[in-house]
């Protein structure tokens, strides 16, 4: 080739090399201002971004204004392939929102204008959401289902939708009067305090109603509508609320609904928002998204400034829908409580001052019929988290281990009137029989629940023996079937000296909760160990991952329950973990010489007075519980029953002695339940 040849094509090559060097110039500048524009929308400020025809500064307020019904979320945005023309790009922009737990994703068109060396925005409503226009905004809608009710046995609702009055101040019907005063005389007159009240009052725009406090529409309300109307502003507004049957009713149990607070909302990773209701504590908080179901949410496009009044009468409606979910409505949680019987025992318990609880199940299938905490526990539920030693109660543990190591009720054993083991001096309770002194049967040492003829026996039964027997009756094991948080007891394996021997009168480091010893009650009438059971659908209609705790262990929520206000606190600081099942479930036989053993404590033992309960025949243990560091030593009193198929365990802290404390409330309980 010549060298005239080789420069032409040298040249060729210089101005075709120089024209793609220029083209991808122009490229490059386009696609970075297509990426900055998706990155400035998906922070839903474009003020960094520039625009052909606007300024950048009232393009970013006008975006603000378009989205500020969807406040505080934002857009993910992405900037698809640029098709080129002339001195203009055109590209998609790919939004994705999250609205609830769904996507909302659409795609528009956005457009650049080279101007110089630059790559301009060109500025239009359309490039944010599809065709929208100028003047119009984007608005979100909340459509709440109900919420679901809790329902009891044979689906008797326990908690649903009931008939409420909310009683207030209604700004706009002040008229001239001064709203601090009406304030004040509305506050006097329902039972709030003045001044924080009035100071509400205060705050509230003008147009606002204030409530005050929320009545029960049910009968009891004793302040009248007359009385509300007669100071000026005051309204009673009529509405309705998820509530039990009273105002206690299984209160600690079921737990409550109230309007979300700000932790429970930051918790709730978007599930909840300001206004929403929620579960506070129990059941209601435990299964909160079972209940609350899945809000609707629609999103529109509207004109600006359209007023509530203007969308109410145009016809056909003058909104855009844009996007929306659908309403999930709450499933309904079912239990195993029975209304009357749950009553029943608060009934029972309405005048016991200390902290004291009734629990109620159904040996043949678990069922939990009644766990009621006093009036004296102050709203924490004694029933199932209650931390306490048992006292004699856990007799019936030591007996089966008895049995176990060749013994029977008409065996033999030693019941002195005092023993000493390592200085430690142990006696029988106040009161006791001396005719069921020295060598008498196991029934009777049972029935007259003497002390020290047990603790004789810790020569022979062996604390990891004590363990065994106690999972062998439903205690201190997991509980995968009951659905609520719980704590079924705790016996440690290994023990010696002083502390064995407390074990063996169901002290020491030995604890129980009121339910697990009707459960221990309840596995002697059955013959078996009882599986309890309150919840009968836990995560039903639930599909969102972590939304709720599945109930698996001991506690029922596979964390340790908080330890009691008072009582035993001490000692729960060290409870065992709960073994997973019982190795050697107690037999039909084992259980049948426990009744046997727990109907003499009702024929010729201290629980006389139950032989007059109409209906099969009772059996029962009682027990008493020394505590703390008095001298004589306070006790909380405990009796466990079984009533054909029903197993009931009362206890009352400090209250003394088992047999003349919770005796006669269980008296009345199975008397009146007959």
């Not at 696609?31 to 625009?51: C, I, K, N, P, R």
């Not at 304030?183 to 409530?211: H, I, M, R, S, W």
């Not at 659908?326 to 195993?336: E, R, V, Y």
């Not at 999972?471 to 997991?478: C, D, F, K, M, Q």
Request: aromatic fraction near 4%; charge should be negative.
């Amino acid at each position: 080739m010549g060298n005239s040849s080789k420069l032409a094509l040298a040249l060729v090559g210089l101005v075709l090399g120089a024209s793609l060097v220029a083209c991808g110039d122009g490229r490059d500048g386009a696609e970075g201002a297509a990426q900055q524009l998706a990155s400035a929308v998906s922070a839903l400020d474009v003020g960094s971004v520039a625009f052909e025809g606007k300024e950048s500064g009232a393009a970013n307020d006008q975006l603000k204004e378009i989205f500020q019904g969807l406040d505080p979320d934002k857009p993910a945005v992405q900037a698809g392939q640029l098709t080129f023309e002339s001195d203009t790009a055109t590209f998609p922009l790919n939004y994705t929102w999250k609205v609830g737990a769904e996507e909302w994703k659409y795609t528009v068109s956005a457009q650049l204008k080279k101007s110089g060396d630059k790559w301009l925005t060109v500025w239009k409503p359309a490039m944010l959401v599809p065709d929208l226009a100028d003047g119009e905004i984007i608005t979100r809608a909340t459509q709440t289902p109900q919420r679901a009710s809790i329902l009891g046995a044979g689906g008797a609702p326990l908690v649903t939708y009931r008939p409420v009055v909310n009683v207030g101040i209604d700004k706009p019907a002040l008229g001239g009067a001064d709203p601090s005063d009406s304030a004040t005389k509305l506050a006097q007159l329902v039972g709030v305090d003045p001044a924080a009240y009035a100071q509400q009052v205060a705050a509230a725009g003008p147009d606002a109603f204030v409530p005050a406090i929320t009545f029960r529409e049910d009968g009891s309300r004793t302040i009248t509508d007359e009385q509300i109307s007669a100071i000026p502003g005051g309204r009673a507004v009529p509405d309705s609320l998820p509530l039990a049957p009273t105002r206690t009713f299984a209160r600690a149990l079921l737990g409550t609904v109230s309007e979300a607070n700000a932790e429970q909302i930051e918790k709730s990773g978007g599930a909840l928002k300001p206004g929403d209701t929620a579960g506070a504590g129990g059941l209601q908080q435990q299964y909160d998204a079972q209940l609350r179901g899945t809000d609707g949410i629609v999103i529109r496009a509207q004109k600006a400034g359209l007023t509530t009044a203007e969308i109410q009468a145009a016809s056909p409606d003058p909104r855009r829908v844009l996007f929306e979910t659908g309403i999930k409505p709450g499933t309904p949680l079912k239990t195993t409580l029975d209304p009357k019987l749950q009553q029943l025992a608060e009934d029972v318990l309405g005048k016991v001052g200390p902290a004291s609880a009734i629990v109620a199940l159904r040996p043949s299938s678990g069922a939990v019929l009644a766990a009621a905490s006093g009036p004296g526990s102050n709203g924490y539920d004694t029933a199932m988290l209650g931390q306490y030693a048992p006292g004699s109660i856990f007799k019936m543990v030591d007996s089966l281990a008895m049995f176990r190591n060749g013994m029977t009720p008409d065996s033999k054993v030693d019941c002195p009137a005092t023993l000493t083991v390592d200085g430690r001096t142990f006696k029988n309770a106040e009161g006791y029989p001396e005719s069921s002194l020295g060598s008498v049967t196991l029934r009777d040492a049972f029935a007259h629940s003497c002390n020290t003829a047990f603790i004789n026996a810790r020569d022979t039964v062996s604390q990891a023996q004590l363990e065994s027997a106690a999972t062998s009756l439903g205690v201190a094991v997991e509980a995968p079937a009951l659905g609520a948080a719980a704590f079924l007891g705790s016996v440690p394996g290994e023990a010696a000296g002083t502390e064995h021997a407390a074990s063996m009168i169901g002290q020491g480091k030995v604890l129980l909760s009121p339910l697990a010893a009707a459960i221990m009650a309840g596995s002697v009438a059955k013959g078996a160990p009882v599986a309890a059971q309150l919840v009968l659908n836990p995560n039903e209609g639930v599909t969102s991952p972590g939304a709720e705790s599945t109930p698996t262990a001991g506690t029922g929520t596979g964390t340790a329950p908080a330890a009691p206000p008072s009582g035993d606190a001490s000692a729960s600081a060290s409870a065992a973990a709960p073994a997973t099942a019982a190795e050697t479930p107690v037999t039909a036989a084992e259980a049948a010489a426990l009744a046997d053993m727990m109907r003499a404590v009702v024929t010729s033992g201290h629980a006389g007075f139950l032989a007059a309960v109409p209906g099969e025949p009772v059996g029962a243990k009682t027990g008493t519980a020394e505590f703390g560091n008095d001298t004589p030593p306070k006790t909380h009193a405990w009796i466990v029953a079984a009533h054909g198929d029903l197993a009931v365990a009362v206890f009352v802290e400090d209250g003394g002695l088992g047999a003349t404390t919770s005796g006669p409330l269980l008296k009345e309980f199975l008397t009146r339940a007959s």
